[in-house]
């Protein structure tokens, strides 16, 4: 195959798998306006932990499943810390991401685990054979899941309710409501999506490890970032379908940048350059050209 | 139309595309394209990486390309590096860094990889077993010598009988040392005391816990210990910690001895392998996985009688001495 077109569909692959990332950090900082940082960490302990169990039991279907509950847990942590002690939403977070480190590491005993051969995608889609093309039908599958599930979800009496503890908590405790509860379901979701995330990659890389998940949370926000200014809607399946837009423009700057040979160390200053710079050129267009001159020489 | 707004949006993956395949249709002459995959930037690492490239110059004849890629850890930038590596055509990519080896093992069995200093390349999964490697992957492995570490420790410290080691739990290859380390010193009836930090901020909390506790200390090649060593050594000289590793340039900032060899060595032997790799001669299956061919002992003596140690009268003769 052309060079181009592989780097293109691997990138694609990419982008669809951490677009569920985006998702799950869209659920936490746009839904429940939770700023959760804790996929920092909580990434690569889902990743050590459904590795583990895929290892001791040999099924992948098992080892996505535990990364997707330890994903509950991390969320139900981040939930019990900012409401229980009464700690501002960040720092709960960060002590989670902390702990989740310790964690890992403690569960491993190293800091990463080398996995088997084995892939819960290519189990769903047996008549597949190469991983690219299974990663890339199997997560577009994935993704055509996950919206109109998530829709759904959020247009039932509970996703209501996950929607009010976002935007008018008063009114969610005016309600009759425990905000705690609310807040584990909601931190649970998207941690729980981030958590099976990791395990689709680790079991593509065919390792997990504790430090996974490094850039994980920043790049999700990003993107997020990216989608909203990009693909701005009111409607909540669309925002979704953004969160894939913005994931994948986020990838694919990084891919140019690559492509570009730019010194190592270099990447990530580039590709945030390169997100500014959209973001500014989308700031240009909304305000029109000379207010915001206008607005600069202010 | 509903979706206006999205146009700009679509527009950039439109432009951003573009960009990309013209990036790719311009590079198309190659002579030999050689990828240099490294975990983190770090001083050890790039000296190996820069012997393995003019070593590699040295060996081939004709013009080499090489490029260099530093994830700095983040996942999914490992996969994007590994997924360009598989897929442009390199004669053959240097991995440093386990990790990365075994993303990029998963995208390519054809493209040979050549690992740089990988602690446990069977362990990882990597090569079926150290003598004959049977896939696209071979290399150089970098275990610490720590039998003759410690050997060279009973020769200035006779009396020690508790060694503890100072690591990060986080870095894969510390662990590895870490139970050779516990191994050998079992072997000599020495008492391993193991102090683990995670960050360079709890080293002096650390070394003061250790005191009265060990005789002496190890500072393995732990990038969270090096990356500290000024401060590390600084607080175990006031504590009066002799403290030994596995490299000249820590002994020069204060160790009392190293036993260790050259990453630049490696980095050569890693050249060597490569370069017989893409001339053809051998291939990756059948080439063993190579061990540093060299130990070096440096030993500092002004550091050695500060601490009011005596230096055996052999070392003035096998080993070197460096300091500042």
């Known amino acids: ?298 | 139309m509903k979706h206006s707004k999205w146009i700009p949006g679509i527009a950039i993956i439109g432009l951003l595309l573009t960009g990309i395949v013209f990036l790719n249709l311009n590079n198309s002459d190659k002579i030999y394209q050689v990828g240099i995959f490294q975990v983190v930037r770090h001083p050890v690492l790039d000296a190996m990486a820069e012997s393995f490239q003019n070593h590699l110059m040295e060996n081939l004849s004709g013009e080499i390309n090489f490029e260099t890629m530093v994830p700095e850890g983040d996942a999914s930038k490992t996969e994007q590096m590994a997924q360009k590596f598989a897929t442009e055509g390199y004669d053959l990519v240097f991995v440093i860094g386990t990790n990365l080896a075994q993303s990029l093992a998963k995208k390519t069995s054809t493209i040979p990889i050549v690992l740089g200093a990988a602690t446990d390349p069977e362990a990882a999964g990597l090569v079926q077993t150290w003598e004959h490697p049977g896939g696209n992957i071979t290399g150089t492995s970098d275990l610490s010598p720590v039998e003759s570490q410690l050997g060279r420790l009973a020769e200035i410290l006779p009396g020690a009988k508790r060694v503890g080691i100072i690591y990060n739990p986080s870095e894969d290859n510390s662990g590895i040392i870490v139970t050779r380390f516990k191994s050998q010193c079992e072997k000599r009836g020495i008492t391993p005391v193991t102090a683990t930090i995670s960050s360079q901020n709890e080293i002096r909390q650390t070394l003061v816990s250790l005191v009265g506790k060990v005789d002496a200390l190890y500072a393995p090649t732990d990038a969270t210990v090096q990356s500290a060593f000024p401060l590390l050594i600084k607080t175990a000289n006031e504590l009066r910690i002799p403290v030994f590793n596995c490299d000249e340039g820590t002994v020069k900032k204060g160790a009392i001895f190293s036993v260790g060899f050259d990453y630049m060595a490696l980095g050569r032997i890693s050249a060597e392998m490569a370069s017989m790799i893409i001339e053809g001669k051998h291939s990756p299956a059948n080439m063993p996985i190579r061990l540093a061919d060299q130990f070096i002992l440096f030993y500092n003596p002004n550091q050695i009688q500060q601490l009011d140690l005596d230096m055996p009268v052999t070392w003035k003769k096998e080993g070197k001495q460096t300091y500042e």
């Open chain 1, 1 to 298: 195959m052309n060079p181009i077109v592989t780097q293109l569909l691997y990138t694609l692959e990419m982008a669809l798998l951490f677009s569920v990332v985006t998702i799950g950090v869209f659920l936490s900082i746009r839904i429940l306006r939770f700023p959760d940082l804790s996929s920092e960490g909580g990434f690569g302990l889902c990743s050590i932990i459904a590795g583990i169990v895929f290892i001791k039991t040999g099924s992948t279907l098992l080892g996505a499943l535990s990364g997707f509950l330890a994903g509950i847990f991390i969320g139900t942590v981040t939930a019990v810390l900012a409401n229980s002690a009464r700690l501002p939403t960040i720092l709960a977070s960060i002590l989670t991401m902390t702990m989740c480190f310790s964690g890992g590491l403690l569960l491993a005993g190293k800091p990463s685990e080398t996995l088997p051969e084995g892939w819960i995608l290519k189990d769903m889609l047996p008549f597949l054979s190469s991983p690219l093309s299974i990663g890339i039908v199997g997560l577009a599958l994935v993704f055509a899941l996950l919206v109109p599930v998530l829709h759904a979800f959020f247009h039932t009496g509970s996703g209501y309710m996950l929607r009010i503890r976002g935007e008018n908590p008063p009114l969610c405790k005016e309600l009759g409501h425990n905000l705690l509860i609310w807040d584990i379901i909601g931190l649970g979701l998207s941690n729980g999506l981030i958590g099976f995330a990791a395990v689709l990659l680790s079991q593509r890389s065919g390792y997990a490890s504790i430090n996974m998940g490094r850039g994980v949370a920043i790049s999700a926000i990003a993107a997020i970032m990216l989608s909203e200014a990009l693909f701005p809607s009111k409607q909540l399946h669309w925002s979704l379908i953004a969160c894939f837009g913005g994931t994948l423009i986020l990838q694919l700057v990084r891919l140019l940048a690559l492509n570009f040979g730019i010194p190592d160390g270099g990447l990530d200053l580039v590709t945030s350059l390169i997100v500014i710079g959209f973001c500014w050129l989308n700031a240009i267009r909304k305000v029109g050209h000379p207010a915001l001159l206008a607005q600069i020489r202010m």
